[in-house]
Protein backbone atom coordinates (compact mmCIF):
# COMPACT_ATOMS: atom_id res chain seq x y z
CA UNK A 1 0.00 0.00 0.00
CA UNK A 2 1.90 3.26 -1.22
CA UNK A 3 -1.04 5.77 0.91
CA UNK A 4 -3.70 5.57 3.58
CA UNK A 5 -6.67 7.68 3.75
CA UNK A 6 -7.14 10.91 6.00
CA UNK A 7 -10.33 12.34 7.65
CA UNK A 8 -9.60 15.86 7.40
CA UNK A 9 -11.05 16.48 11.00
CA UNK A 10 -8.40 15.05 12.18
CA UNK A 11 -5.61 17.06 10.56
CA UNK A 12 -4.02 20.45 11.40
CA UNK A 13 -4.16 23.78 9.60
CA UNK A 14 -0.14 23.23 8.55
CA UNK A 15 -0.89 19.80 7.30
CA UNK A 16 -3.49 20.83 5.03
CA UNK A 17 -1.32 23.56 3.94
CA UNK A 18 1.82 21.64 3.42
CA UNK A 19 0.25 18.74 1.46
CA UNK A 20 1.73 17.98 -1.73
CA UNK A 21 -0.17 17.68 -4.81
CA UNK A 22 0.17 14.11 -7.15
CA UNK A 23 1.28 14.86 -10.61
CA UNK A 24 0.64 11.95 -13.80
CA UNK A 25 2.64 11.93 -16.59
CA UNK A 26 4.06 10.30 -19.02
CA UNK A 27 7.54 9.66 -20.75
CA UNK A 28 9.03 8.05 -24.00
CA UNK A 29 12.16 5.56 -23.10
CA UNK A 30 14.55 5.44 -25.45
CA UNK A 31 13.18 1.98 -26.83
CA UNK A 32 10.46 3.69 -27.94
CA UNK A 33 7.47 2.44 -25.53
CA UNK A 34 5.70 4.91 -23.28
CA UNK A 35 5.80 4.78 -19.21
CA UNK A 36 3.23 6.23 -17.34
CA UNK A 37 4.20 7.58 -13.67
CA UNK A 38 2.61 9.12 -10.86
CA UNK A 39 4.62 11.53 -9.88
CA UNK A 40 4.46 13.60 -5.98
CA UNK A 41 4.75 17.52 -6.19
CA UNK A 42 7.75 17.55 -3.57
CA UNK A 43 8.33 21.41 -3.94
CA UNK A 44 6.68 22.54 -0.89
CA UNK A 45 8.98 20.15 1.27
CA UNK A 46 11.98 22.26 0.50
CA UNK A 47 10.90 24.96 3.13
CA UNK A 48 11.79 22.89 5.76
CA UNK A 49 14.08 20.11 4.28
CA UNK A 50 17.68 20.51 5.35
CA UNK A 51 20.40 20.03 2.66
CA UNK A 52 21.82 16.79 3.48
CA UNK A 53 18.02 15.26 4.10
CA UNK A 54 17.46 16.16 0.06
CA UNK A 55 19.73 15.42 -1.69
CA UNK A 56 20.98 11.50 -2.64
CA UNK A 57 24.28 9.68 -3.36
CA UNK A 58 25.29 8.74 -7.04
CA UNK A 59 28.12 6.93 -7.89
CA UNK A 60 30.50 9.02 -10.13
CA UNK A 61 31.10 8.84 -13.50
CA UNK A 62 35.22 8.46 -12.62
CA UNK A 63 34.09 5.30 -10.74
CA UNK A 64 31.96 3.43 -13.49
CA UNK A 65 34.98 4.29 -15.94
CA UNK A 66 37.47 2.72 -13.85
CA UNK A 67 35.26 -0.10 -12.67
CA UNK A 68 34.41 -1.12 -16.47
CA UNK A 69 37.97 -0.88 -16.87
CA UNK A 70 38.82 -3.12 -14.02
CA UNK A 71 35.97 -5.41 -15.69
CA UNK A 72 37.69 -5.22 -18.45
CA UNK A 73 41.48 -6.22 -17.31
CA UNK A 74 40.36 -9.18 -15.36
CA UNK A 75 38.01 -10.75 -18.16
CA UNK A 76 34.93 -10.38 -15.67
CA UNK A 77 31.62 -11.14 -16.16
CA UNK A 78 29.36 -7.82 -16.44
CA UNK A 79 25.26 -8.00 -15.28
CA UNK A 80 23.42 -4.83 -15.13
CA UNK A 81 20.16 -4.54 -13.53
CA UNK A 82 17.27 -2.06 -13.18
CA UNK A 83 15.19 -2.42 -9.74
CA UNK A 84 11.14 -1.40 -10.67
CA UNK A 85 9.53 1.01 -9.48
CA UNK A 86 12.15 1.19 -6.72
CA UNK A 87 11.05 4.18 -4.28
CA UNK A 88 7.36 2.51 -3.91
CA UNK A 89 9.18 -0.12 -2.06
CA UNK A 90 10.53 2.17 0.58
CA UNK A 91 8.98 2.74 3.48
CA UNK A 92 8.71 6.31 3.73
CA UNK A 93 10.42 6.80 7.07
CA UNK A 94 10.45 10.53 9.22
CA UNK A 95 7.84 13.16 9.63
CA UNK A 96 4.10 12.53 8.05
CA UNK A 97 4.27 13.35 4.48
CA UNK A 98 0.57 14.22 3.52
CA UNK A 99 -0.68 14.14 -0.24
CA UNK A 100 -3.60 16.26 -1.56
CA UNK A 101 -5.66 14.47 -4.59
CA UNK A 102 -8.43 16.27 -6.60
CA UNK A 103 -10.71 16.07 -9.22
CA UNK A 104 -10.25 13.05 -11.46
CA UNK A 105 -7.43 11.42 -9.65
CA UNK A 106 -9.83 11.47 -6.38
CA UNK A 107 -12.62 10.15 -7.83
CA UNK A 108 -10.98 7.36 -9.72
CA UNK A 109 -9.49 5.90 -6.07
CA UNK A 110 -13.19 6.14 -5.14
CA UNK A 111 -14.24 3.90 -8.23
CA UNK A 112 -11.77 1.10 -8.01
CA UNK A 113 -12.14 0.85 -3.96
CA UNK A 114 -15.01 2.60 -2.62
CA UNK A 115 -15.34 0.76 0.40
CA UNK A 116 -11.85 2.72 1.33
CA UNK A 117 -12.25 5.78 0.20
CA UNK A 118 -15.85 6.84 -0.24
CA UNK A 119 -16.27 8.27 3.15
CA UNK A 120 -13.23 10.26 3.17
CA UNK A 121 -14.14 12.56 0.06
CA UNK A 122 -14.74 15.70 0.93
CA UNK A 123 -15.34 19.25 -1.67
CA UNK A 124 -13.30 21.65 -1.53
CA UNK A 125 -13.71 24.83 -3.34
CA UNK A 126 -16.23 23.03 -5.73
CA UNK A 127 -14.00 20.30 -6.41
CA UNK A 128 -13.77 16.72 -5.16
CA UNK A 129 -11.00 16.26 -3.08
CA UNK A 130 -9.06 13.74 -0.70
CA UNK A 131 -6.20 13.62 1.61
CA UNK A 132 -3.82 10.91 1.93
CA UNK A 133 -0.97 10.21 4.20
CA UNK A 134 2.03 8.26 1.76
CA UNK A 135 3.32 4.81 3.30
CA UNK A 136 6.28 4.93 1.05
CA UNK A 137 8.71 7.03 -0.37
CA UNK A 138 6.88 7.79 -3.88
CA UNK A 139 8.78 9.17 -6.81
CA UNK A 140 8.90 13.12 -6.68
CA UNK A 141 9.16 13.62 -2.75
CA UNK A 142 12.31 15.41 -1.77
CA UNK A 143 13.68 12.45 0.44
CA UNK A 144 12.47 9.44 -1.54
CA UNK A 145 16.01 8.57 -3.44
CA UNK A 146 17.56 8.60 -0.12
CA UNK A 147 15.58 6.40 1.46
CA UNK A 148 15.88 4.48 -0.78
CA UNK A 149 19.62 4.70 -1.13
CA UNK A 150 19.84 3.73 2.42
CA UNK A 151 17.59 0.77 1.78
CA UNK A 152 19.81 -1.02 -0.94
CA UNK A 153 22.90 -0.13 0.84
CA UNK A 154 21.48 -1.83 4.30
CA UNK A 155 20.40 -4.77 2.02
CA UNK A 156 23.78 -5.07 0.13
CA UNK A 157 25.73 -5.17 3.54
CA UNK A 158 23.98 -7.70 4.64
CA UNK A 159 24.50 -9.68 2.04
CA UNK A 160 28.18 -9.12 2.98
CA UNK A 161 29.55 -6.05 1.15
CA UNK A 162 32.13 -3.30 2.12
CA UNK A 163 31.48 0.41 0.97
CA UNK A 164 33.88 2.02 -0.67
CA UNK A 165 34.75 5.14 1.48
CA UNK A 166 35.68 7.38 -1.77
CA UNK A 167 32.69 6.67 -3.72
CA UNK A 168 29.20 5.79 -1.27
CA UNK A 169 28.00 3.96 -4.78
CA UNK A 170 30.25 1.59 -4.67
CA UNK A 171 30.47 -1.81 -3.01
CA UNK A 172 32.71 -4.70 -2.54
CA UNK A 173 33.17 -8.28 -1.23
CA UNK A 174 35.78 -11.16 -2.01
CA UNK A 175 33.63 -14.51 -3.06
CA UNK A 176 35.95 -17.36 -3.76
CA UNK A 177 38.94 -15.50 -3.26
CA UNK A 178 38.17 -12.96 -5.91
CA UNK A 179 36.75 -9.33 -5.56
CA UNK A 180 32.94 -8.98 -6.66
CA UNK A 181 31.96 -5.49 -7.21
CA UNK A 182 28.53 -3.73 -7.09
CA UNK A 183 28.12 0.24 -8.33
CA UNK A 184 25.02 1.65 -8.59
CA UNK A 185 22.97 4.62 -9.71
CA UNK A 186 19.99 5.65 -8.09
CA UNK A 187 17.89 2.02 -9.31
CA UNK A 188 20.23 0.93 -12.08
CA UNK A 189 23.37 -1.07 -11.04
CA UNK A 190 26.73 -3.19 -12.46
CA UNK A 191 27.54 -6.29 -10.76
CA UNK A 192 30.94 -8.05 -11.95
CA UNK A 193 32.97 -11.14 -10.51
CA UNK A 194 34.99 -13.44 -13.24
CA UNK A 195 32.98 -16.16 -12.65
CA UNK A 196 29.77 -15.55 -13.97
CA UNK A 197 27.35 -17.67 -11.23
CA UNK A 198 28.41 -15.31 -8.84
CA UNK A 199 26.14 -12.41 -10.87
CA UNK A 200 23.50 -15.31 -11.74
CA UNK A 201 23.25 -15.28 -7.88
CA UNK A 202 23.24 -12.01 -7.22
CA UNK A 203 20.64 -11.05 -9.87
CA UNK A 204 18.49 -14.19 -8.34
CA UNK A 205 18.73 -12.07 -5.02
CA UNK A 206 17.67 -8.62 -6.76
CA UNK A 207 14.90 -10.58 -8.00
CA UNK A 208 13.65 -12.02 -4.86
CA UNK A 209 14.36 -8.87 -2.62
CA UNK A 210 13.02 -5.86 -5.16
CA UNK A 211 10.32 -8.05 -7.75
CA UNK A 212 6.90 -8.80 -6.71
CA UNK A 213 3.51 -8.94 -7.85
CA UNK A 214 2.15 -5.34 -8.47
CA UNK A 215 5.83 -3.87 -8.50
CA UNK A 216 7.26 -4.90 -11.73
CA UNK A 217 9.98 -7.20 -13.33
CA UNK A 218 13.26 -6.93 -12.89
CA UNK A 219 15.16 -5.84 -15.71
CA UNK A 220 18.41 -7.52 -16.72
CA UNK A 221 21.16 -7.51 -18.88
CA UNK A 222 23.81 -10.42 -19.27
CA UNK A 223 26.49 -10.91 -22.13
CA UNK A 224 29.24 -8.48 -23.36
CA UNK A 225 27.03 -5.54 -24.03
CA UNK A 226 25.16 -3.30 -21.63
CA UNK A 227 23.35 0.02 -21.67
CA UNK A 228 24.16 1.66 -18.73
CA UNK A 229 23.41 5.37 -17.34
CA UNK A 230 22.70 6.38 -21.29
CA UNK A 231 26.66 4.81 -22.61
CA UNK A 232 26.94 1.60 -24.26
CA UNK A 233 29.45 -0.97 -22.58
CA UNK A 234 30.90 -3.26 -25.04
CA UNK A 235 33.31 -5.71 -23.53
CA UNK A 236 33.40 -8.02 -26.57
CA UNK A 237 36.91 -7.62 -27.32
CA UNK A 238 39.01 -9.40 -24.54
CA UNK A 239 40.91 -7.04 -22.25
CA UNK A 240 38.86 -3.65 -23.58
CA UNK A 241 35.65 -1.74 -22.97
CA UNK A 242 34.39 0.27 -25.78
CA UNK A 243 32.02 2.78 -24.59
CA UNK A 244 29.78 4.11 -27.13
CA UNK A 245 27.08 7.05 -27.09
CA UNK A 246 25.97 6.75 -31.09
CA UNK A 247 22.36 6.65 -30.02
CA UNK A 248 22.79 9.97 -27.77
CA UNK A 249 24.52 11.59 -30.37
CA UNK A 250 21.99 10.81 -33.19
CA UNK A 251 19.07 12.10 -30.47
CA UNK A 252 21.06 15.17 -29.65
CA UNK A 253 21.62 16.09 -33.30
CA UNK A 254 17.85 15.26 -34.37
CA UNK A 255 16.60 17.09 -31.32
CA UNK A 256 18.37 20.42 -32.69
CA UNK A 257 15.69 22.99 -34.62
CA UNK A 258 18.10 23.82 -37.12
CA UNK A 259 19.56 21.68 -39.72
CA UNK A 260 23.07 20.66 -39.51
CA UNK A 261 24.38 19.49 -42.38
CA UNK A 262 28.53 18.05 -43.57
CA UNK A 263 30.92 17.33 -41.42
CA UNK A 264 33.68 18.69 -39.71
CA UNK A 265 37.98 17.47 -39.47
CA UNK A 266 37.58 19.23 -35.73
CA UNK A 267 35.42 19.81 -33.17
CA UNK A 268 36.46 23.90 -32.67
CA UNK A 269 37.97 26.19 -34.72
CA UNK A 270 41.35 27.93 -34.48
CA UNK A 271 39.34 30.82 -32.95
CA UNK A 272 37.80 29.35 -30.07
CA UNK A 273 39.15 31.08 -27.86
CA UNK A 274 38.40 34.57 -29.40
CA UNK A 275 35.82 36.87 -28.83
CA UNK A 276 34.47 40.07 -30.21
CA UNK A 277 32.73 42.91 -28.01
CA UNK A 278 31.00 44.13 -31.22
CA UNK A 279 29.69 40.65 -32.18
CA UNK A 280 25.44 39.88 -32.05
CA UNK A 281 23.76 38.41 -29.32
CA UNK A 282 21.63 35.54 -30.41
CA UNK A 283 17.77 35.97 -30.24
CA UNK A 284 15.84 34.49 -27.48
CA UNK A 285 15.06 31.48 -29.63
CA UNK A 286 18.61 30.68 -30.73
CA UNK A 287 19.86 31.68 -27.51
CA UNK A 288 17.93 28.62 -26.04
CA UNK A 289 18.79 26.26 -28.63
CA UNK A 290 22.61 27.43 -28.04
CA UNK A 291 22.26 26.70 -23.96
CA UNK A 292 20.16 23.11 -24.65
CA UNK A 293 22.89 21.91 -27.05
CA UNK A 294 25.62 22.88 -25.05
CA UNK A 295 24.21 20.64 -21.66
CA UNK A 296 23.81 17.90 -23.98
CA UNK A 297 27.08 17.77 -25.14
CA UNK A 298 28.23 18.18 -21.31
CA UNK A 299 26.61 15.02 -21.03
CA UNK A 300 28.42 13.35 -23.56
CA UNK A 301 31.86 14.50 -23.39
CA UNK A 302 32.07 13.53 -19.79
CA UNK A 303 31.39 10.25 -20.64
CA UNK A 304 32.31 8.50 -24.25
CA UNK A 305 33.18 11.91 -25.54
CA UNK A 306 35.92 13.49 -24.40
CA UNK A 307 37.08 14.87 -27.79
CA UNK A 308 34.67 17.43 -27.73
CA UNK A 309 35.58 18.61 -23.90
CA UNK A 310 37.44 21.72 -24.95
CA UNK A 311 34.90 22.97 -27.58
CA UNK A 312 32.10 22.30 -24.59
CA UNK A 313 34.43 23.28 -21.66
CA UNK A 314 34.82 26.95 -23.88
CA UNK A 315 31.18 26.79 -24.58
CA UNK A 316 29.91 26.27 -21.35
CA UNK A 317 31.44 29.72 -20.36
CA UNK A 318 29.14 31.59 -22.84
CA UNK A 319 26.11 30.40 -22.38
CA UNK A 320 24.46 33.58 -20.75
CA UNK A 321 25.17 35.97 -23.56
CA UNK A 322 26.00 34.09 -26.64
CA UNK A 323 26.45 35.74 -30.37
CA UNK A 324 27.15 34.56 -33.62
CA UNK A 325 30.67 33.88 -33.11
CA UNK A 326 29.60 31.23 -30.71
CA UNK A 327 26.54 29.89 -32.42
CA UNK A 328 28.82 29.53 -35.36
CA UNK A 329 31.70 27.04 -32.94
CA UNK A 330 28.50 25.38 -31.85
CA UNK A 331 27.59 24.48 -35.70
CA UNK A 332 30.97 23.29 -36.07
CA UNK A 333 30.96 21.16 -33.43
CA UNK A 334 27.61 19.69 -34.58
CA UNK A 335 29.12 19.05 -37.89
CA UNK A 336 31.59 16.90 -36.06
CA UNK A 337 29.74 15.03 -34.07
CA UNK A 338 27.50 14.49 -37.18
CA UNK A 339 30.76 12.93 -38.72
CA UNK A 340 31.86 10.88 -36.04
CA UNK A 341 28.34 9.51 -34.73
CA UNK A 342 30.40 6.10 -34.60
CA UNK A 343 33.19 6.98 -32.54
CA UNK A 344 33.94 5.41 -29.05
CA UNK A 345 35.80 5.87 -26.19
CA UNK A 346 38.34 2.44 -25.57
CA UNK A 347 39.94 1.58 -22.92
CA UNK A 348 42.43 -0.97 -22.01
CA UNK A 349 45.36 -1.43 -19.23
CA UNK A 350 48.20 -2.65 -20.13
CA UNK A 351 49.64 -2.51 -16.11
CA UNK A 352 46.93 -1.60 -13.14
CA UNK A 353 49.42 -0.85 -10.78
CA UNK A 354 50.73 2.06 -13.38
CA UNK A 355 48.64 5.31 -13.47
CA UNK A 356 50.12 7.64 -15.74
CA UNK A 357 48.70 11.36 -15.64
CA UNK A 358 49.38 14.18 -18.47
CA UNK A 359 48.33 17.50 -17.73
CA UNK A 360 48.84 20.78 -19.47
CA UNK A 361 47.63 23.95 -19.63
CA UNK A 362 47.58 27.10 -22.01
CA UNK A 363 48.48 30.46 -20.44
CA UNK A 364 46.12 33.73 -21.05
CA UNK A 365 43.83 31.96 -23.42
CA UNK A 366 40.35 33.35 -22.22
CA UNK A 367 39.54 36.67 -22.90
CA UNK A 368 39.94 37.51 -19.03
CA UNK A 369 43.52 36.57 -19.54
CA UNK A 370 43.09 33.09 -17.87
CA UNK A 371 44.61 30.06 -18.61
CA UNK A 372 42.71 26.48 -19.53
CA UNK A 373 43.43 23.08 -17.72
CA UNK A 374 43.48 19.98 -19.74
CA UNK A 375 44.21 16.50 -18.01
CA UNK A 376 44.23 13.21 -18.62
CA UNK A 377 44.76 9.67 -16.73
CA UNK A 378 45.76 6.28 -19.05
CA UNK A 379 46.33 2.97 -17.89
CA UNK A 380 47.60 1.63 -21.81
CA UNK A 381 45.07 2.43 -23.98
CA UNK A 382 42.31 5.29 -23.69
CA UNK A 383 40.95 7.84 -21.47
CA UNK A 384 40.18 6.55 -18.23
CA UNK A 385 39.65 10.16 -16.82
CA UNK A 386 40.06 13.15 -18.91
CA UNK A 387 39.34 16.90 -17.49
CA UNK A 388 39.15 20.43 -19.99
CA UNK A 389 38.20 23.72 -17.98
CA UNK A 390 38.99 27.16 -17.55
CA UNK A 391 41.58 28.46 -14.49
CA UNK A 392 40.24 29.91 -11.39
CA UNK A 393 42.98 32.00 -11.32
CA UNK A 394 44.85 34.60 -13.34
CA UNK A 395 48.59 33.39 -13.70
CA UNK A 396 51.83 35.90 -14.88
CA UNK A 397 53.37 33.40 -16.34
CA UNK A 398 53.21 29.99 -18.83
CA UNK A 399 55.10 28.58 -15.74
CA UNK A 400 52.10 29.91 -13.40
CA UNK A 401 49.79 28.35 -15.64
CA UNK A 402 51.62 25.39 -16.00
CA UNK A 403 51.94 24.74 -11.65
CA UNK A 404 47.70 25.40 -12.20
CA UNK A 405 47.12 23.23 -13.91
CA UNK A 406 48.89 20.72 -11.79
CA UNK A 407 46.89 22.29 -9.19
CA UNK A 408 43.55 21.22 -10.90
CA UNK A 409 44.23 17.83 -11.80
CA UNK A 410 46.04 16.93 -7.83
CA UNK A 411 42.87 16.25 -6.50
CA UNK A 412 41.39 13.97 -8.65
CA UNK A 413 45.01 12.17 -9.08
CA UNK A 414 44.81 11.55 -4.77
CA UNK A 415 41.28 10.40 -4.55
CA UNK A 416 41.59 7.91 -7.93
CA UNK A 417 44.83 6.02 -6.16
CA UNK A 418 43.05 5.81 -2.72
CA UNK A 419 39.44 4.84 -4.35
CA UNK A 420 41.77 1.88 -6.89
CA UNK A 421 43.58 0.88 -3.53
CA UNK A 422 40.15 -0.12 -1.87
CA UNK A 423 38.86 -1.80 -5.54
CA UNK A 424 42.00 -4.39 -4.27
CA UNK A 425 44.65 -2.97 -7.26
CA UNK A 426 48.13 -2.68 -5.52
CA UNK A 427 49.08 0.42 -7.17
CA UNK A 428 53.29 0.89 -7.54
CA UNK A 429 53.44 4.00 -9.28
CA UNK A 430 51.59 7.44 -10.03
CA UNK A 431 53.57 9.39 -13.07
CA UNK A 432 52.40 12.86 -13.68
CA UNK A 433 53.86 13.91 -17.39
CA UNK A 434 54.37 18.13 -17.36
CA UNK A 435 56.04 19.45 -20.47
CA UNK A 436 57.02 22.60 -18.80
CA UNK A 437 60.80 22.42 -17.09
CA UNK A 438 60.30 25.37 -15.28
CA UNK A 439 56.86 24.08 -13.42
CA UNK A 440 58.62 20.34 -13.00
CA UNK A 441 61.26 22.09 -10.85
CA UNK A 442 58.60 24.30 -8.51
CA UNK A 443 56.52 20.67 -8.34
CA UNK A 444 59.56 18.57 -7.02
CA UNK A 445 60.43 21.43 -4.63
CA UNK A 446 57.18 21.77 -3.63
CA UNK A 447 57.21 25.65 -3.88
Known sequence: TTFKPINMDEMTSEERRKAIRLLINKKKKTDG???GRACADGRKQREDAEKGDAASPTVSLESVLLTALIDAYENRDVATVDIPNAFVQTDMEGEKVVMKLRGKLAELLVQVAPEIYSKYIIMENGKVALYVELLKALYGCLKSALLFYRKLLRDLQSQGFE???YDPCVVNKMVNGTRHTVVWHVDDLKSSHVDSA???KFVEWIKKTYASDGVGKVKTSRGKVHAYLGMELDYTEPGTVRINMEDYVNRMLESFPYEVTG?????????LFTTRDEANKLDPEMHAAFHTMV?????ACKRARPDIQLSIAFLSTRVREPDEDDWKKLIKLLKYLNGTRKLA???????MSVLKWYVDASFAVHPDCRGHTGGVLTLGGGAAYSTSTKQKLNAKSSTESELIGVDDVLPQILWTNYFMEKQGIELTNTILYQDNKSTILLANNGK
Do not use: E, M, R
Open 33 to 35: TIK
Open 198 to 200: VND
Open 295 to 299: AKGLF
Open 345 to 351: LKLSADN
Open 263 to 271: TSASPAPDY
Open 163 to 165: LNP
